[in-house]
């Protein structure tokens, strides 16, 4: 039988999606056990299915997020199948089947060879899985700020979203007349030790006061990813155009969002401080004899620490007070 190219099975059977289970096509590559099959599954997920001898061990991995390892019965005969979770995904996975498929043709056990294939091509996986997306960091911090937007957006806020000019590069990521909002998101568990990028950071803009938006969140299967605080976002009155543009300031386009579902966290708490506060710790430029920087200090940035208490958290009341306040400025 001719071998036939894996891409092409797999573009072929995409236009046929299952209700249910895998849909099948024979690939021309053959082992002891039988033929190999390529699939498509109900979710549109790629699969190789690799048949099994009455009795063969195959060990299974289903723990990354990428690419798994399973067994799955099919017309009668046990196949360990290795499947793509990721449309993104799709080009290294077919390199990899590609180079598996030769590999384990005359392998004594095909099983055991295609978990050894997959033990190496695993960092390649992982590497290409986070390839163009956020880092932990930028992605809590973007969540961070979107928490902020849609609780504007409840308090009537302009669904053009004028308010958040963090995305591009503005000092602080949420800006009325009076009243503007820094930020910060972050995944350590113990302490609330803040990084401040830059002198200015914690100045509030001249005629407005300065809330410092501290949020905590801790990594949950079960709680909230990118994809559902867009979707809330949107839900709330957020002009599509709008959230669009400042996405790609920061590089996530809505129409590809895949990527960071599995990415989920649970927001465990949320703190405010009045940075103009007598005891909140910070450096601004007052603080130097000359009213800036010493001559020939290019930048500043700094770390702060708000474990303790003073400084005091704003009441929820005056936090409310101050949503409500910088969303009544920017209300169409």
Request: overall charge negative; some cysteine.
């Amino acid at each position: 039988m001719n071998r036939q190219d894996l891409e092409g099975i797999w573009t072929v059977l995409s236009s046929n999606v299952p209700g249910a289970g895998v849909v099948t096509a024979p690939t021309g590559y053959r082992v002891m056990a039988g033929e190999l099959l390529a699939g498509i599954d109900s979710d549109g997920r790629r699969h190789l299915l690799i048949p099994l001898n009455p009795g063969e061990a195959a060990r299974t991995d289903t723990k990354g997020r990428a690419v798994h390892l399973a067994r799955i019965a099919e017309g009668g005969t046990h196949y360990l199948t290795v499947f793509c979770l990721l449309p993104d995904l799709h080009r290294v996975f077919t390199q990899f089947c590609r180079e598996l498929v030769q590999s384990i043709e005359q392998a004594p056990s095909p099983a055991r060879e295609a978990a050894a294939a997959f033990d190496r091509w695993r960092a390649l996986f992982s590497e290409a899985e986070h390839r163009g997306q956020l880092s932990d960091e930028a992605l809590i911090g973007l969540m961070g700020e979107l928490i902020a937007v849609e609780r504007l957006l409840a308090h009537g806020a302009a669904p053009d979203l004028r308010f958040w000019v963090g995305p591009f590069g503005d000092l602080h990521d949420l800006r009325s007349a009076t009243h503007a909002v820094e930020v910060k998101a972050t995944l350590v568990r113990e302490g609330r030790i803040v990084a401040i990028s830059s002198i200015d950071q914690l100045q509030e803009p001249v005629g407005s006061d300065l809330v410092l938006l501290h949020i905590r969140f801790d990594r949950d299967p079960g709680g909230l990813n990118l994809p559902d605080l867009l979707t809330r976002t949107l839900a709330a009155g957020a002009h599509r155009p709008e959230l669009e543009r400042r996405l790609r300031e920061v590089g996530v386009s809505l129409d590809d969002l895949t990527p960071y579902g599995p990415r989920r966290f649970r927001l465990t708490d949320t703190r405010a401080y009045n940075v103009c506060g007598p005891a909140f710790p910070r450096i601004v430029r007052a603080d130097f004899a000359m009213g800036d920087l010493p001559p020939g200090t290019l930048r500043l940035s700094y770390s702060i620490d708000l474990t303790n208490e003073p400084p005091l958290p704003l009441r929820d009341d005056l936090v409310e007070a101050a949503f409500t306040s910088l969303a009544r400025e920017v209300t169409p």
